[in-house]
């Protein structure tokens, strides 16, 4: 098959500073995160090390990486748990620092970069304000969170102030894993599955539920969300959460009246990408359950590999139509690139 333009669009990449801060976090406070400190502790340092390496490069590197396995543009996403384990005032130093630093990024490498703006929603009214000045000034396209913040999700009333900002942008908000919250992350730590093996399908796929039944988008009809991994698992599931919605937890307190199905706001609100997910059989059906204006490639990098990525979704079962608008016409219209 041949290659075709390429954009894939959860690619990580951090700063120096924010890697500091987290390690800081780590060795000076590591109650404050138990499932960040179970699930570092269980990295091989050269794995780890060598990814940082990747992470913090923003030029000749990275984009010889991009040539070589045939990437054309990356849509860049601070890595996790990004700025949401800081207090306030650092980390909306290091928001505007980071949003500053994707910016010029996209400027110095204008054909291969694009950047999602870092806000903490610990901070939801500063927070929504930089997110305005990252998208309006800056040229950023979306907002990145990785999911719970301080073991909070997003359904919370008091994070409002971020849905109306991108609401109102029009931009999307891509939701990327990161462990378990502290309420639900016992279970995972004794065989390590806190982290992609498991954990982080299961953290973003029940805090996309959370926002859906909270009404989030009855609310805010034009928001869309992204999520990664082959939308976490929760294309497989659309069918039974329709099915169980109709006839269970009519007594949960937080359960309000929702418009339509909560398939129906998946279809209308949500896109995915295949981030780290290179099988054709669940591309094929995330493609059949959610159509093929909604199916977006992403590698992962630089946590997965981008060559077998690439060589995957060149040779999967997909019409040419289906392919261009899977490999690049997607992203351009999603993240308006
Ligand atoms: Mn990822």
């Known amino acids: 098959m041949k290659h075709i333009k390429c954009i894939a669009v959860e690619e990580g990449f951090s700063t120096p500073e924010v890697l500091a801060a987290h390690q800081d976090v780590l060795r000076n406070h590591p109650e404050r995160e138990p499932g960040l400190y179970k699930l570092m502790a269980n990295f091989d340092d050269t794995l780890w090390s060598g990814w940082a390496e990747k992470l913090t490069d923003l030029g000749a590197g990275r984009i010889a990486e991009m040539d070589k396995g045939g990437i054309d543009k990356q849509v860049l996403c601070l890595s996790a748990p990004g700025l949401q384990i ?39 009214r500063e927070g929504a304000i930089e997110l305005e000045r990252a998208v309006r000034t800056l040229g950023l396209k979306g907002l990145l969170i990785n999911s719970h913040t301080r073991n909070e999700y997003l359904d919370d009333p008091k994070f409002r102030p971020l849905f109306e900002a991108l609401s109102s942008l029009n931009v999307p908000l891509y939701l990327h894993p990161r462990e378990p919250s502290a309420q639900l992350l016992d279970a995972y730590i004794q065989y390590g599955l806190e982290g992609a093996i498991w954990g982080y399908a299961a953290e973003v796929a029940l805090h996309s539920l959370r926002l859906i039944l909270s009404g989030l988008f009855d609310d805010f009809p034009n928001l869309r969300v992204v999520i990664g991994h082959g939308g976490e698992g929760i294309p497989f599931f659309l069918g039974r959460i329709d099915n169980r919605y109709a006839n269970s937890g009519h007594s949960a307190p937080g359960r309000r009246r929702l418009k339509m199905k909560p398939s129906d706001y998946f279809l209308r609100n949500f896109a995915i990408s295949t981030s780290g997910m290179i099988d054709h059989a669940p591309l094929r059906l995330c493609i059949d359950m959610l159509g093929i204006d909604n199916v977006m490639f992403a590698v992962d990098y630089p946590f997965e590999r981008i060559g077998p990525a690439v060589a995957s979704m060149d040779s999967a079962p997909l019409s040419d139509e289906e392919r261009t608008k899977f490999l690049y016409e997607n992203a351009e219209r999603i993240f308006n690139l």
């Open 86 to 124: 800081f207090d306030p005032v650092q980390a909306m130093e290091l928001s505007r620092n980071v949003n500053e630093r994707l910016a010029m990024a996209m400027r110095e490498h204008p054909d291969r970069f694009a950047g999602l703006a870092a806000v903490p929603p610990q901070c939801p």
